[in-house]
T-cell receptor, first 115, second 109 residues
Framework: GAVVSQHPSRVICKSGTSVKIECRSLDFQATTMFWYRQFPKQSLMLMATSNEGSKATYEQGVEKDKFLINHASLTLSTLTVTSAHPEDSSFYIC???????????FGPGTRLTVT | GQNIDQPTEMTATEGAIVQINCTYQTSGFNGLFWYQQHAGEAPTFLSYNVLDGLEEKGRFSSFLSRSKGYSYLLLKELQMKDSASYLCAVGDSNYQLIWGAGTKLIIKP
């Protein structure tokens, strides 16, 4: 199997605070991890791609200073939403790939609500 | 540019068959994926096509024509639990997945 976990599954925070979301591949080493966000009734939007030990590659329009990604090991990546605002409220989903095939295994997602 | 097109919404009847189409234009092609996503949940993998033809997996089948830039997902013997969004995604030349907006499938009794 290929299981990806995410923690927390749901978080509510106050505006101006920072929130860290963890993504772990439980039974495989992930060559690459991806972070997505999804607004209600919309498709997945890729935020960034990260490889272990190197800087994340951010998609156009995604602020790297606001969405900090750390890929410390082959099984763990973290996304920190800094100085969160209500417009950052969204469903954040991570995924991980093995070397081949490059099917993406998704975590269960984290629902962030900023009040 | 890169583009994935699929219908926004489809409705079908329990027990029937439905075909969800996906057309794509991408820089390079390294396979086409179909994912199922229930509301409020993360996507789950359904199928992967890299060669032309039909791949059958139980009630679900996926077809690919690379020359036409076209795929479809066929769902048979529809069940109420099949109500979900179905996402088409194509791997480009950099092995990045380009995602379609998803097709919301509504199943009626």
């Amino acid at each position: 199997g290929a299981v990806v976990s995410q923690h927390p599954s749901r978080v509510i925070c106050k505006s101006g605070t920072s929130v860290k979301i963890e993504c772990r591949s439980l039974d495989f080493q992930a060559t690459t991890m991806f972070w997505y966000r999804q607004f209600p009734k919309q498709s997945l939007m890729l935020m960034a791609t990260s490889n272990e030990g190197s800087k994340a590659t951010y998609e156009q329009g995604v602020e790297k200073d606001k969405f900090l990604i750390n890929h410390a090991s082959l099984t763990l990546s973290t996304l920190t939403v800094t100085s969160a605002h209500p417009e950052d409220s969204s469903f954040y989903i991570c995924s991980a790939t093995k070397r081949e095939p490059y099917e993406q295994y998704f975590g269960p997602g984290t629902r962030l609500t900023v009040t | 540019g890169q583009n994935i097109d699929q219908p926004t919404e489809m409705t079908a009847t329990e027990g029937a068959i439905v075909q969800i189409n996906c057309t794509y234009q991408t820089s390079g092609f390294n396979g086409l994926f179909w994912y199922q996503q229930h509301a409020g949940e993360a996507p789950t993998f359904l199928s992967y096509n890299v060669l032309d033809g039909l791949e059958e997996k139980g009630r679900f089948s996926s077809f690919l024509s690379r020359s036409k830039g076209y795929s479809y997902l066929l769902l048979k013997e529809l069940q109420m639990k099949d109500s979900a969004s179905y996402l088409c995604a194509v791997g480009d030349s950099n092995y990045q997945l380009i995602w379609g907006a998803g097709t919301k499938l509504i199943i009626k009794p």
